[in-house]
């Protein structure tokens, strides 16, 4: 018997994914007794390909905290490419109940049109409803633009209310810029009040830089609603609420190390952050790509 080849990370906190070439993604963690017993596994497999049509079936099992099966999920997914980049994905999720039998929890279609820079992407979610049938319960619209130093994105959420209308819930702008090693994304999300309009609600602003060794750092800071509890002004904008510092290097062995630490606002000062802590640490051995 030839042993699989896999590759594995390993967390400071405890646990460890493991990954086979046969699409098997397998997270460990430890239970109360020391051992090591599954917390969720997938796999993932092409059923059938005929011309352009792809179908694949990706099952995830969650285990519970000792080691049996608690949920599982299938997902089938069909998906069609078009001419000059155009495509349509159709998915069915399939959800076991406690006795574990399983049934369709939701329908998923994306169909997305590329003319020139511009790609535009529509999905529509359906999901039970309370009589049995299907009913669309969500639909995105992204529009997408490739740039000569980025690009820009901008997508629109559409949920349904209690009557049955869709209303527009949220929408969101991102734009990239690229310029020699650094990267810097401004990502910007409007929500509806109670009035249906939409207002600023947070911001997410991120930098990465790739140094000529192959290893990066990716700064991101989040601005958001305060909730401190003190009062301000409705048209105040969002606060910083939170700075995450991303660093990635490859050690001397060949594995991957990434360090990750964050800062939130002080408790006596909003207005300050706090010295930065560090908050995880993975180690990834075996296919793990570029750092």
Same mark, same amino acid.
Do not use: W
């Given at each position: 018997?030839?042993?699989?080849?896999?590759?594995?990370?390993?967390?400071?906190?405890?646990?460890?994914?493991?990954?086979?070439?046969?699409?098997?993604?397998?997270?460990?963690?430890?239970?109360?007794?020391?051992?090591?017993?599954?917390?969720?596994?997938?796999?993932?497999?092409?059923?059938? #390909? @005929? /011309?352009? +049509?792809? $179908? =694949? !079936?990706?099952? &995830?099992?969650?285990?519970?905290? %000792? *080691?049996?099966?608690?949920?599982?999920?299938?997902?089938?997914?069909?998906?069609?490419?078009?001419?000059?980049?155009?495509?349509?994905?159709?998915?069915?999720?399939?959800?076991?109940?406690?006795?574990?039998?399983?049934?369709?929890?939701?329908?998923?279609?994306?169909?997305?049109? #590329? @003319? /020139?820079? +511009?790609? $535009? =992407? !529509?999905?529509? &979610?359906?999901?039970?409803?309370? %009589? *049995?049938?299907?009913?669309?319960?969500?639909?995105?619209?992204?529009?997408?633009?490739?740039?000569?130093?980025?690009?820009?994105?901008?997508?629109?959420?559409?949920?349904?209310?209690?009557?049955?209308?869709?209303?527009?819930?949220?929408?969101?702008?991102?734009?990239?810029?690229? #310029?020699?090693?650094? +990267?810097?994304?401004?990502?910007?999300?409007?929500?509806?009040?109670?009035?249906?309009?939409?207002?600023?609600?947070?911001?997410?602003?991120?930098?990465?830089?790739?140094?000529?060794?192959?290893?990066?750092?990716?700064?991101?800071?989040?601005?958001?609603?305060?909730?401190?509890?003190?009062?301000?002004?409705?048209?105040?904008?969002?606060?910083?609420?939170?700075?995450?510092?991303?660093? +990635?290097?490859?050690?001397?062995?060949?594995?991957?190390?990434?360090?990750?630490?964050?800062?939130?606002?002080?408790?006596?000062?909003?207005?300050?952050?706090?010295?930065?802590?560090?908050?995880?640490?993975?180690?990834?051995?075996?296919?793990?790509?570029?750092?």
């Amino acid at each position: 018997m030839v042993a699989s080849a896999q590759s594995s990370v390993t967390y400071s906190g405890g646990g460890t994914v493991v990954s086979t070439k046969e699409g098997v993604i397998t997270d460990l963690r430890q239970s109360i007794n020391g051992r090591e017993v599954p917390l969720e596994q997938m796999e993932q497999k092409v059923i059938s #390909k @005929s /011309g352009n +049509t792809t $179908v =694949t !079936e990706q099952t &995830v099992r969650h285990y519970g905290p %000792n *080691g049996q099966v608690v949920l599982t999920e299938r997902i089938v997914t069909e998906s069609t490419a078009g001419a000059n980049g155009d495509s349509t994905v159709k998915a069915t999720t399939y959800r076991s109940d406690v006795s574990g039998n399983m049934a369709q929890a939701e329908r998923k279609t994306v169909e997305t049109h #590329k @003319s /020139g820079s +511009t790609t $535009v =992407t !529509e999905t529509q &979610v359906e999901k039970p409803s309370v %009589n *049995g049938s299907f009913d669309v319960a969500e639909k995105r619209t992204l529009n997408s633009q490739t740039l000569a130093d980025g690009k820009k994105e901008d997508e629109t959420v559409y949920l349904r209310d209690a009557n049955g209308r869709l209303y527009t819930a949220q929408r969101s702008a991102t734009e990239e810029k690229k #310029k020699g090693n650094e +990267t810097v994304s401004n990502t910007a999300v409007y929500e509806a009040g109670v009035n249906g309009d939409l207002s600023l609600a947070r911001q997410k602003v991120a930098k990465t830089t790739v140094k000529p060794d192959g290893s990066s750092v990716e700064e991101t800071e989040l601005f958001g609603r305060a909730s401190d509890g003190r009062a301000r002004e409705s048209s105040a904008g969002p606060q910083l609420t939170e700075k995450r510092v991303v660093e +990635t290097q490859k050690a001397s062995d060949g594995s991957v190390v990434k360090r990750e630490s964050v800062q939130l606002p002080s408790a006596n000062d909003p207005g300050r952050l706090t010295a930065p802590r560090t908050v995880s640490e993975t180690v990834c051995r075996g296919e793990c790509g570029k750092p």
